[in-house]
């Protein structure tokens, strides 16, 4: 699974409500991958833009069939969103969803997030060492994103 960092992420909110399934998501055995951030930089607003939030979800199933699209797979998204995407039974389309997905997935486009035996998440790129809390982010917004998730609003995002 790839998803963004917190550091190439520009809805802090979201990523609240994402951080704390990474831990069951790894015991399940997902291999869980976040995107490092663009080399311009990331602006962030506390509840997102109305022009910046559209992203692509895709995956591939038994290497030929899979979805491309916008679509949240979520009760809200399915009862209020407009977004949509493509349901294919296609060998090839599904081969090339999954070397875009292994060309995200190289140490200098994300890091992988693992558990260390003790329950805690590490960041690593290949070689690189691995980090203790989410990279190239300040105190202060890991701190926000924390007070974030105790909201009760997981259902709205």
Known sequence: MQTNSLAASDVPMVHAGYMGWRAPLLRQGVALYELRPGRAG???????????????????????????????????????????????????????????FDAGTRPESAWRVELAA??????????????THEPETSAGLRALVWLLSWLPIESQL
């Open 42 to 100: 990331t602006e962030r607003e506390l509840l997102g833009s109305s022009g910046a939030s559209l992203h692509t979800k895709a995956f591939v199933v038994d290497g030929a069939r899979g979805f491309v699209g916008s679509f949240n797979f979520d009760p809200r998204s399915a009862q209020l969103n407009t977004e949509m995407g493509v349901v294919f039974d296609q060998p090839a389309l599904a081969a090339e969803v999954r070397r875009l």
């Open 118 to 131: 003790d329950g805690s998440l590490r960041w690593q790129a290949g070689g690189e060492r691995a980090w």
